[in-house]
């Protein structure tokens, strides 16, 4: 069964530090990956997806098929991005096609 | 239109009553899906709608939520005889399809049953 796993439910990091946040899946076709982030107060958006192999606002992921991993990362983190992040899972087949399968979301809090 | 739309942003409801929440989503988009997002439980599949096809519902915690998608358009989804347990935000998203290109989400309506 498909799965995404995020082990870190609160990340704190000071301003300027690099950061990481972790996320696992479970799936045995070949998903298409995303992060999501919700700032306060506004809803949830598209951050990044890994078929787009893009870098938004500084941050990137790498999809490790071999250890099925899609960790998102920025090398100097902003007060800005203190947020929730969710990375979600879309299958490649039947009813797990188009379907977004999200993790239980990760709170940043960058410190000044 | 050019967002997903939601309607209440909020409402508060005494236990045991029917409440009915909108959705809008953006002109053309063929597939549908009703999210709910709790305090821990991060976010949780309710039902999804592709064009004409039978919705899957796989995800509607009990035969108190229904949803239905009138003209391949705006979309209701309606939890009977609330309860406490059903507070939450109640998110709404739609897509192209099921092409994996991600979603587009609305602002949610947050439900307080009381």
């Known amino acids: 069964a498909q799965r995404v796993t995020q082990p870190e439910k609160l990340l704190s990091v000071f301003k300027g530090a690099p950061v990481e946040l972790k996320c696992n899946y479970s799936?045995?076709?070949?998903?298409?990956l995303f992060w999501y982030v919700q700032y306060s107060r506004q809803r949830l958006q598209l951050l990044l997806r890994?078929?787009s192999r893009e870098s938004i606002k500084g941050f990137t992921a790498d999809l490790n098929k071999g250890e099925t991993s899609f960790h998102l990362k920025k090398p100097f983190a902003q007060e800005e991005d203190s947020a929730m992040y969710y990375c979600?899972?879309?299958?490649?087949?039947?009813?797990?096609?188009?379907?977004?399968?999200f993790g239980r979301g990760t709170q940043l809090t960058v410190w000044p | 239109g050019a967002g997903v739309s939601q309607s209440p942003s909020n409402k508060v409801t005494e236990k045991g009553k029917d409440v009915e929440l909108r959705c809008d989503p953006i002109?053309?988009?063929?597939?549908l899906y009703w999210y709910r997002q709790s305090l821990g439980q991060g976010l949780e599949f309710l039902i999804y709608?592709?064009?004409?096809?039978?919705?899957?519902k796989s995800g509607l915690p009990s035969d108190r939520f229904s949803a239905e998608r009138t003209g391949g358009s705006v979309s209701t989804l309606t939890i009977q005889r609330t309860q406490q347990e059903d507070s939450a935000v109640y998110l709404c998203?739609?897509?192209?399809?099921?092409?994996?290109?991600?979603?587009?989400f609305g602002s949610g309506t947050r439900l307080t049953v009381v």
């Open positions: 998203a739609s897509s192209l399809g099921p092409q994996r290109y991600g979603y587009t």
């Open positions: 799936y045995s076709g070949s998903p298409e």
């Open positions: 890994h078929i």
């Open positions: 979600a899972l879309s299958g490649d087949r039947g009813s797990t096609l188009g379907r977004l399968y």
């Open positions: 002109s053309g988009h063929t597939a």
């Open positions: 709608f592709q064009g004409n096809s039978a919705p899957d």
